[in-house]
T-cell receptor, first 113, second 114 residues
Framework: LAKTTQPISMDSYEGQEVNITCSHN???????ITWYQQFPSQGPRFIIQGYKTKVTNEVASLFIPADRKSSTLSLPRVSLSDTAVYYC??????????????FGTGTLLAVQP | DTGVSQDPRHKITKRGQNVTFRCDPI?????LYWYRQTLGQGPEFLTYFQNEAQLEKSRLLSDRFSAERPKGSFSTLEIQRTEQGDSAMYLC????????????FGSGTRLTVV
């Protein structure tokens, strides 16, 4: 599974847009980029997944440049309830080389009033 | 189906005791995973099942740990002769698809060994 690197922590204020960048220089052709969110005392929750360009859902947007060696999770107008740890993972959706999620330490996003 | 259920939510045990945790996955999910998470770290993979078959175990899973998934439904994770280093959150997840998409995690069982 391709290794990912992301900032350990980020601070923001309510109402701001937050962008968390993840680097994955060794991403494979079949790999997708997936982000999970984890609140204290809860299991991680799937946020968004993408392969290239841009993906948007009701929670976030995911921007992936052409070389796919990095990705940016964008959270619009964050609120206090977005304070959580955000994990970036890469792996394929076909179970070839990827049988399980491998988590790093994630990015702790702290949103202040 | 309300998601992945784990029981108990919290467990305090004395060192040397055995503990067992239960996970009920989403009913149509054939894959089930156990993870362990300590403070400030991401979840660490322990083992996973496809239906009733245990297909992979991490080196983290010492001989004191055993997991089962009879009939491919719920799963149990047992820790024998608990040690203080076993204190952690134990997370269960299930998925239908292969690969990294669509995992649903439970809220975990927090184990404290005193």
């Amino acid at each position: 599974l391709a290794k990912t690197t992301q900032p350990i922590s980020m601070d923001s204020y309510e109402g701001q847009e937050v962008n968390i960048t993840c680097s994955h220089n060794n991403i494979a052709t079949n790999d997708y980029i997936t982000w999970y969110q984890q609140f204290p005392s809860q299991g991680p929750r799937f946020i968004i997944q993408g392969y290239k360009t841009k993906v948007t859902n009701e929670v976030a947007s995911l921007f992936i440049p052409a070389d796919r060696k990095s990705s940016t999770l964008s959270l619009p107008r964050v609120s206090l309830s977005d304070t959580a740890v955000y994990y970036c993972l890469v792996g394929d959706n076909y179970g070839g080389a990827t049988n399980k999620l491998i988590f790093g330490t994630g990015t702790l996003l702290a949103v202040q009033p | 189906d309300t998601g992945v259920s784990q029981d108990p939510r919290h467990k305090i045990t004395k060192r040397g005791q055995n503990v067992t945790f239960r996970c009920d996955p989403i009913s149509e999910h054939n894959r089930l995973y156990w993870y362990r998470q300590t403070l400030g770290q991401g979840p660490e993979f322990l083992t996973y099942f496809q239906n009733e078959a245990q297909l992979e175990k991490s080196r983290l899973l010492s001989d004191r740990f055993s997991a089962e998934r009879p009939k491919g439904s719920f799963s149990t994770l047992e820790i024998q002769r608990t040690e203080q280093g076993d204190s952690a959150m134990y997370l269960c997840a299930s998925s239908l698809a292969m690969g990294v998409y669509g995992y649903t995690f439970g809220s975990g069982t927090r184990l404290t060994v005193v």
